[in-house]
């Protein structure tokens, strides 16, 4: 007996903008600046089609633009090492040949190198913030020490 895969849904905007948790207009944006395709076979004149994977897509792109707080040009390049990587490892699960396993490999650091950066980016400009903050928070308890022995 062999499973036959559910033919995948076709979204319109709204609705993957809806599940992904954000408008139609954000959604032909990441379109225009090339974050998203622009949707399944759309022809001239035709509305956009999306699937769960572009549901998926842009999700994954508004937890990274929220959590990194990254440029668009900075996301466009961590996700462009993600669709890399992936392809890599999807090439990987296929090949049992260690030459070619070991090639697969090395060609994975260099986008895990462009991700690192980027991250590493932002915690560094999060750990000069927080030191900061805590620079703030050090004076001012200060001052009120200073406030409670006058």
Same mark, same amino acid.
């Given at each position: 007996?062999?499973?036959? &895969?559910?033919?995948? !849904?076709?979204?319109? @905007?709204?609705? =993957?903008? *809806?599940?992904? $948790?954000?408008?139609?207009?954000?959604? +032909?944006?990441?379109?225009?600046?090339?974050?998203?395709?622009?949707?399944?076979?759309?022809?001239?004149?035709?509305?956009?089609?999306?699937?769960? &994977?572009?549901?998926? !897509?842009?999700?994954? @792109?508004?937890? =990274?633009? *929220?959590?990194? $707080?990254?440029?668009?040009?900075?996301? +466009?390049?961590?996700?462009?090492?993600?669709?890399?990587?992936?392809?890599?490892?999807?090439?990987?699960?296929?090949?049992?040949?260690?030459?070619?396993?070991?090639?697969?490999?090395?060609?994975?650091?260099?986008?895990?190198?462009?991700?690192?950066?980027?991250?590493?980016?932002?915690?560094?400009?999060?750990?000069?913030?927080?030191?900061?903050?805590?620079?703030?928070?050090?004076?001012?308890?200060?001052?009120?020490?200073?406030?409670?022995?006058?």
């Amino acid at each position: 007996m062999s499973a036959i &895969a559910a033919p995948e !849904r076709s979204l319109r @905007i709204g609705e =993957l903008a *809806d599940m992904a $948790g954000t408008t139609p207009r954000t959604i +032909r944006y990441y379109e225009e600046i090339g974050l998203l395709g622009g949707g399944i076979d759309r022809a001239q004149g035709k509305h956009r089609a999306y699937t769960d &994977a572009d549901v998926q !897509r842009v999700r994954e @792109i508004i937890r =990274l633009r *929220d959590l990194l $707080g990254l440029s668009l040009d900075q996301l +466009r390049e961590l996700l462009e090492a993600e669709s890399a990587r992936a392809h890599l490892r999807a090439e990987l699960q296929q090949t049992e040949a260690p030459a070619e396993r070991r090639r697969i490999l090395e060609e994975l650091g260099p986008h895990i190198d462009t991700q690192l950066k980027l991250v590493r980016s932002r915690l560094s400009e999060l750990s000069d913030l927080a030191a900061e903050l805590e620079d703030k928070q050090r004076l001012v308890a200060a001052r009120i020490a200073e406030l409670s022995t006058a």
